[in-house]
T-cell receptor, first 114, second 114 residues
């Protein structure tokens, strides 16, 4: 049973436009959410996170939105740049019940065209 | 060297071989992790170590044997693997094993079992 799902395997966006990557989760115990970015031949790198006490967190061009009632989070990249082309993973943890354990989605390949 | 390093980057082994994967972190962190990423599947947590003590074993078969001699080094000893164990093995570290601590990943070892 996959507790974190990224239903879009890929997304293609024009440079300068908005990229929206989506993630759904099923475990109501999850209370901390992260996005990681991965380039080929490199390990994932942390991008942005959000705690369940918030519904939005912003860092430069990256904003994560959390809708707890819908068990849904999204990552917005504005404006998108060709260097943003990578695989994006969302991840979740349940701080109180599973120390250190991150559950990942299967990733979305983002391609930003010049 | 900075960050999290992994050796070797690529490994091909037969089912009867014994090999080891090595991970080293230069970040002063106390928690280290092994993840497995199979083709078209999410990253899957295998083991968590905190201050050299194993705090999580995610039902991993005994043919995978982790070792953490100190907080900077983590090994994954492999023996009598199966072809379905072919995957990307990623190591990560974080300041502690709290789920809210950012995990920093190495580039991974691409393992092929023949």
């Amino acid at each position: 049973d996959q507790q974190v799902k990224q239903n879009s395997p890929s997304l293609s966006v024009q440079e300068g436009r908005i990229s929206i990557l989506n993630c759904d989760y099923t475990n109501s115990m999850f209370d901390y959410f992260l996005w990681y970015k991965k380039y080929p031949a490199e390990g994932p790198t942390f991008l942005i996170s959000i705690s369940s006490i918030k519904d939005k967190n912003e860092d430069g061009r990256f904003t994560v939105f959390l809708n707890k009632s819908a068990k849904h989070l999204s990552l917005h990249i504005v404006p998108s740049q060709p260097g943003d082309s990578a695989v994006y993973f969302c991840a979740a943890s349940a701080f109180g019940t599973s120390y250190g354990k991150l559950t990942f989605g299967q990733g979305t390949i983002l391609t930003v065209h010049p | 060297e900075t960050g999290v390093t992994q050796t070797p980057r690529h490994l091909v082994m037969g089912m009867t071989n014994k090999k080891s994967l090595k991970c080293e972190q230069h970040l002063g962190h106390n928690a280290m992790y092994w993840y497995k990423q199979s083709a078209k599947k999410p990253l899957e947590l295998m083991f968590v170590y905190n201050f050299k003590e194993q705090t999580e074993n995610n039902s991993v078969p005994s043919r995978f044997s982790p070792e953490c001699p100190n907080s900077s080094h983590l090994f994954l000893h492999l023996h009598t693997l199966q072809p379905e164990d072919s995957a990307l093995y990623l190591c990560a570290s974080s300041p502690t094993d709290r789920g809210t601590d950012t995990q920093y990943f190495g580039p991974g070892t691409r393992l092929t079992v023949l």
